[in-house]
């Protein structure tokens, strides 16, 4: 069990490695449509659009790296005043009760949906840039990064590993 744990949470490490470049050109582009549209008065709509695409693949891989990193500050303020055993099982049981049901029920809901968008190219509605597509896929990879991550938590607890 301790190897799956550590294998998923390799997969995991080199998405979130993969994806926090994206905020670099995220910034760029953000920083850039405004003089786009007022300077040279052409592209800010696709600087925009690409932007978005950018911003919904960050924040899907961000979601499982703050939950992997346990630094959602909510959860924190609580969790904190927890031992480590209880906060261990309390990860445990959310990951059954709550992320793994999820992540499978999005993953299983918008199937049709995201099949569609990709094999149509999917274009943005106001502009008909294409990407839209990935915007919609951003949604598959934020479900199934959660759910790695939360069988990742399992594989570990049930490994005996008690410092994930």
Request: hydrophobic residues 55%; proline residues 3%; charged residues 15%.
């Amino acid at each position: 069990m301790l190897a799956i744990a550590r294998g998923l949470g390799r997969l995991l490490d080199l998405v979130d490695g993969l994806v926090k470049w994206l905020v670099l050109p995220l910034l760029v582009l953000l920083f850039l449509q405004w003089p786009l549209r007022d300077l040279v008065q052409a592209y800010s709509r696709e600087a925009n659009d690409l932007g978005q695409c950018l911003f919904a693949l960050y924040v899907a891989a961000s979601v499982t790296a703050a939950t992997r990193a346990r630094a959602h500050l909510a959860v924190d303020a609580f969790a904190r005043r927890l031992s480590g055993k209880t906060r261990n099982a309390l990860a445990v049981t959310c990951s059954l009760a709550v992320i793994i049901p999820w992540a499978g029920f999005v993953l299983i809901s918008s199937r049709s949906l995201l099949i569609g968008s990709v094999l149509q190219l999917e274009r943005f509605p106001d502009t008909a840039n294409p990407g839209y597509f990935i915007v919609k896929l951003a949604l598959g990879l934020l479900a199934a990064l959660m759910l790695t991550g939360a069988l990742r938590e399992l594989a570990a607890a049930l490994g005996g590993d008690t410092h994930r």
